[in-house]
């Protein structure tokens, strides 16, 4: 009998093996198909996963060239048939190599070949040892032991005791010697879960959603939901109290967010309903605890599970539910290697397991408003809000009529702030009345170029078709000039602020827009005492640049929940489901932009951001009002979405997308190209459309500079296919996608295929 393994090599096929002697002679069975076994792969040794048994006269290769396994790395398989079956449709779903989808679902150190039990394994010092046990020679030995004694008659774990510096060699050595011991600290099972606070009383329209929700479970059946509730209509007390019945019957529940900075809120909440074992997952976690989260999931001893896209791809013991909470977000298309969305992963487990999965968000995308329309998944609309809270109030600001701000500099020029004398005083009238304020700006740093004035040159990143953006902290310039610097948003790439222009030398450099840094500065300044020039309100920058540390996050929610008057200014990050109950003006001084994209997704996208920043607004008990700055009042869609709201605003863009037939009227394929030149990705792509099958009848677009062409010193083209039947455009791809790598063109560049993209 010989073994199937998929190893981590982008090879679309499964490599055959025969069983290692080693397993015979000590009288073990063949590795479980789900088990890991090291096996060799030419020069290297690769960690793979067994896949399957087959007889050798079914192998293609001859039986002289089999090679056995190395060793089995797991008595017990690691992956059950169930998450073999996913990783098989994820495989041919986004047509990625089947060793490299499993790659991508198991934690670092598992791929790595670590035992499972590696921060379980516990070592401790055995009763009754004395320093005299210990040769004079033994220095290095006794002083190992002394490290493990430190930590009393429990001991320490492995994991630990790695990181103080203690060496495994060692640790094996005083075993040998009877002089320590190890063991495994088995965890409990995790005790019922119970309510730590009540339920709250729900509205008619958050009782029949959460009841549609148990029903399900309680069926054991499939049902893809779509709660589909505005900003502050309590879509979190839905998941809770649909939660406590699926907690109750001893089951687990995935709870799926956007962005890590979401984590620590959602466990609070959370934890503050129920008594429960609770665990978060996302990417800032140590690649330890991720692999203690993974087993702890595998095993049933996590009850609630939290966490970002790739938690979706977890083991689960006894899996009841999925919330995929601000569903529409693009945050949850993976991006690079396994380019899978999240949310359709999730529906997809969920027919899997026979659960209930819901789809939760205030701005649903057209793919699943498309779903509803046709019965594949069920709509709870959540239109009010509890209590005596109301939606916010938008206006539009015709910034063409009304003046920008003017702040004087210390050398007596005035400078533009971006924001018009009507938001400024709309800000200070609602700071006056002990209210917080957000403005939204989606581009950190200081500013997004900087140009010379004199000859119009304009700081570049030499990488990519970029500019470099400036990012400079006046507060800290006496002190230190390395906080001021330019640096691509796209690549990385820094340098230091030139005195004078590389090209004329003049002195005249200015840095032309508006980051959150500048706008927090200038607001600074407008708002300081104008005799003491102390800030009358604090000022709170959200962004990636302010949240980079750890506990960043909680400590900027800590800051804004003590409820004082304060303005906040973030980026999209502000957006994503976060609760500021004492906000009640939301102010976004350039609205125009993602309007005017070339991207036929940027409106969906932009109103989704725009009603999502809005919805901050208003959340407590006082009424909350957003303020949209514009120069284009008259656009169609901005004005669409202000005065009918986004469900209409959406059904409208979804009734154009039928009549030009994009998706989800299309089922969509991109395949991107990199490349030293520009040339060679075009060539690549016109070869890869003339191997398409004769009569595919495909919409073919392209191939096309991306809209990027330059990114880290590589150019990038794309090709983009649509076709009218899902499995059509997928039946192509079989026959086509893996010749296409081949071609001499193509060979020796990096072509990625994305299936459903959610951007060109």
């Keep these: 009998m010989l073994l199937q393994v998929a190893l981590p090599v982008p090879l679309y096929r499964?490599?055959?093996?025969?069983?290692?002697?080693?397993?015979?002679?000590?009288?073990?069975?063949?590795?479980?198909?789900?088990?890991?076994?090291?096996?060799?792969?030419?020069?290297?040794?690769?960690?793979?996963?067994?896949?399957?048994?087959?007889?050798?006269?079914?192998?293609?290769?001859?039986?002289?060239?089999?090679?056995?396994?190395?060793?089995?790395?797991?008595?017990?398989?690691?992956?059950?048939?169930?998450?073999?079956?996913?990783?098989?449709?994820?495989?041919?779903?986004?047509?990625?190599?089947?060793?490299?989808?499993?790659?991508?679902?198991?934690?670092?150190?598992?791929?790595?070949?670590?035992p499972l039990d590696l921060l379980i394994t516990h070592w401790r010092i055995l009763p009754n040892i004395n320093d005299d046990d210990f040769h004079a020679n033994a220095k290095k030995q006794k002083q190992q032991f002394d490290m493990l004694k430190l930590h009393g008659k429990r001991g320490a774990s492995e994991e630990v005791l790695l990181l103080e510096g203690m060496q495994r060699a060692f640790l094996k050595t005083l075993e040998e010697k009877n002089l320590v011991e190890r063991?495994?600290?088995?965890?409990?099972?995790?005790?019922?879960?119970?309510?730590?606070?009540?339920?709250?009383?729900?509205?008619?329209?958050?009782?029949?959603?959460?009841?549609?929700?148990?029903?399900?479970?309680?069926?054991?059946?499939?049902?893809?939901?779509?709660?589909?509730?505005?900003?502050?209509?309590?879509?979190?007390?839905?998941?809770?109290?649909?939660?406590?019945?699926?907690?109750?019957?001893?089951?687990?529940?995935?709870?799926?967010?956007?962005?890590?900075?979401?984590?620590?809120?959602?466990?609070?909440?959370?934890?503050?309903?129920?008594?429960?074992?609770?665990?978060?997952?996302?990417?800032?976690?140590?690649?330890?605890?991720?692999?203690?989260?993974?087993?702890?999931?595998?095993?049933?001893h996590a009850q609630i599970i939290i966490g970002t896209r790739s938690a979706v791809l977890y083991p689960f013991a006894n899996l009841g539910l999925i919330v995929v909470d601000?569903?529409?977000d693009v945050s949850y298309k993976q991006q690079d290697t396994l380019r899978y969305h999240a949310a359709d992963v999730a529906l997809y487990r969920g027919f899997q397991d026979k659960i209930p999965v819901v789809l939760g968000t205030a701005t649903p995308t057209l793919e699943h408003l498309k779903l509803i329309n046709e019965h594949k998944l069920t709509e709870y609309q959540l239109r009010t809000r509890p209590g005596n809270a109301k939606p916010a109030t938008m206006q539009l600001i015709d910034a063409r009529l009304q003046s920008t701000h003017q702040q004087a500099q210390d050398d007596g020029a005035r400078y533009d702030t971006g924001l018009t004398d009507v938001l400024i005083g709309a800000i200070k009238q609602t700071l006056e009345a002990g209210d917080q304020v957000l403005i939204f700006l989606n581009r950190r740093g200081y500013a997004p170029v900087l140009l010379c004035e004199a000859c119009g040159w304009q700081a570049d990143c030499p990488r990519c078709d970029a500019h470099l953006t400036v990012h400079y902290n006046s507060s800290s310039q006496s002190s230190s000039y390395n906080s001021s610097y330019l640096k691509c948003h796209h690549c990385d790439w820094q340098a230091y602020i030139p005195t004078t222009c590389p090209d004329c030398a003049s002195q005249n450099l200015d840095a032309r827009g508006m980051g959150t840094t500048r706008l927090s500065e200038n607001l600074h300044a407008i708002f300081a005492n104008?005799?003491?020039?102390?800030?009358?309100?604090?000022?709170?920058?959200?962004?990636?640049?302010?949240?980079?540390?750890?506990?960043?996050?909680?400590?900027?929610?800590?800051?804004?929940?003590?409820?004082?008057?304060?303005?906040?200014?973030?980026?999209?990050?502000?957006?994503?489901?976060?609760?500021?109950?004492?906000?009640?003006?939301?102010?976004?001084?350039?609205?125009?932009?993602?309007?005017?994209s070339a991207d036929f997704r940027s409106p969906e996208h932009t109103a989704q951001l725009m009603i999502q920043v809005a919805g901050r607004a208003g959340r407590g008990d006082k009424a909350g009002r957003v303020l949209i700055q514009t120069l284009q009042p008259e656009n169609e869609l901005l004005l669409k979405l202000v005065k009918d709201g986004y469900l209409l605003f959406a059904r409208q863009l979804l009734q154009e997308r039928k009549v030009m037939g994009l998706p989800p009227y299309s089922h969509a394929a991109l395949i991107r190209c990199e490349a030293k030149t520009l040339a060679a990705t075009i060539q690549a792509l016109k070869d890869a459309i003339a191997n398409l099958p004769a009569n595919h009848k495909l919409a073919v677009l392209g191939p096309i500079d991306a809209p990027m062409s330059k990114k880290n010193s590589l150019y990038h083209s794309q090709l983009l296919l649509l076709a009218k039947d899902r499995q059509q455009l997928h039946h192509i791809l079989n026959l086509w996608w893996q010749p296409v790598l081949a071609l001499p063109s193509t060979k020796y560049l990096k072509l990625t295929l994305d299936i459903d993209p959610v951007g060109w």
């Design 14 to 114: 499964v490599f055959d093996y025969s069983s290692a002697d080693s397993n015979r002679t000590q009288g073990r069975a063949l590795p479980a198909i789900g088990s890991r076994v090291e096996v060799p792969f030419g020069r290297q040794t690769l960690i793979g996963v067994v896949i399957n048994y087959i007889a050798k006269d079914q192998s293609s290769v001859p039986t002289h060239k089999l090679k056995p396994i190395t060793r089995c790395l797991d008595d017990e398989p690691i992956l059950n048939e169930r998450m073999l079956a996913l990783a098989s449709w994820l495989a041919r779903y986004y047509h990625y190599p089947l060793g490299d989808t499993l790659s991508v679902m198991l934690p670092s150190l598992i791929r790595q070949g670590k």
């Design 183 to 300: 063991y495994i600290e088995t965890k409990a099972a995790p005790p019922a879960v119970s309510l730590a606070k009540m339920p709250l009383d729900l509205n008619p329209e958050q009782q029949q959603a959460v009841t549609a929700i148990v029903e399900a479970h309680k069926a054991n059946t499939y049902t893809g939901f779509l709660l589909n509730g505005i900003t502050g209509s309590g879509k979190t007390e839905v998941y809770l109290q649909a939660m406590q019945a699926v907690l109750e019957a001893g089951k687990q529940v995935l709870i799926l967010v956007p962005e890590i900075g979401l984590t620590p809120q959602t466990r609070a909440r959370f934890a503050s309903r129920f008594a429960a074992q609770i665990i978060l997952l996302h990417s800032g976690m140590s690649n330890t605890y991720r692999m203690q989260g993974w087993q702890d999931c595998r095993t049933g």
């Design 326 to 328: 601000e569903a529409h």
């Design 530 to 596: 104008p005799q003491t020039s102390k800030q009358l309100y604090p000022i709170i920058q959200i962004d990636r640049d302010t949240t980079r540390r750890k506990d960043s996050w909680e400590n900027i929610y800590q800051r804004i929940n003590q409820g004082k008057p304060a303005i906040l200014v973030g980026t999209q990050m502000v957006a994503k489901g976060h609760h500021f109950p004492n906000v009640t003006l939301v102010c976004l001084p350039n609205a125009d932009r993602g309007f005017l």
